[in-house]
């Protein structure tokens, strides 16, 4: 009967030492530090997401018979980039693409957070304004319309 009483404790010992070993950390693969060892989430997740900002041909034609020469464009009051008026798109740019204007935003523990943007002409002329919306581990794109 000992033996059985020993054997059952060493057992239940070994269960705890391997459920208590369990690894933590962030679980949620949209997470930039997302650790796929963890099995169980420890509420560390942290994010990013991507906004492109473009304007295709109308825009730019548009742009330039009003005479703007260059476009500098802000988010959350911070220069993100600058472009000639006269360079467009044909379509929607991928995020980070040589020449677009790409914004990523840290966001925290957040899935989702909006910045305001801007975007004003070498004489200061605001063009466009409003709200980009990030979300994690996605490239949005944001299209300015003439």
């Given amino acids: 009967m000992k033996k059985a009483t020993l054997l ?3 057992i239940g010992s070994g ?4 459920t208590s070993c369990a690894k933590e950390g962030c679980t949620d693969i949209d997470a930039t530090n997302y650790y796929a060892d963890a099995k169980k989430d420890d509420g560390s997740c ?3 997401g991507n906004v492109v900002i473009w304007y295709g041909e109308t825009a730019s034609i548009g742009l330039v ?3 703007a020469v260059t476009l500098t464009f802000y988010v959350d ?3 993100v980039g600058s472009t ?3 360079v467009y798109w044909t379509g929607s740019p991928d995020c980070g693409q040589n020449g677009s204007i790409t914004v990523t935003k840290d966001l925290g523990n957040a899935k989702n957070l909006s910045y305001t943007y801007s975007v004003v ?3 200061g002329w605001e063009y466009w304004s409003g709200v980009l919306n990030f979300t994690a581990n996605t490239c949005t ?3 300015l319309g003439w």
């Fill in 8 to 10: 059952s404790l060493i």
């Fill in 15 to 18: 269960i705890f030492l391997i």
């Fill in 46 to 48: 942290q994010y990013e």
């Fill in 65 to 67: 018979a009003d005479g």
């Fill in 77 to 79: 009051g911070q220069i």
């Fill in 84 to 86: 000639a008026a006269n």
């Fill in 121 to 123: 002409d070498q004489t």
């Fill in 141 to 143: 794109s944001q299209e």
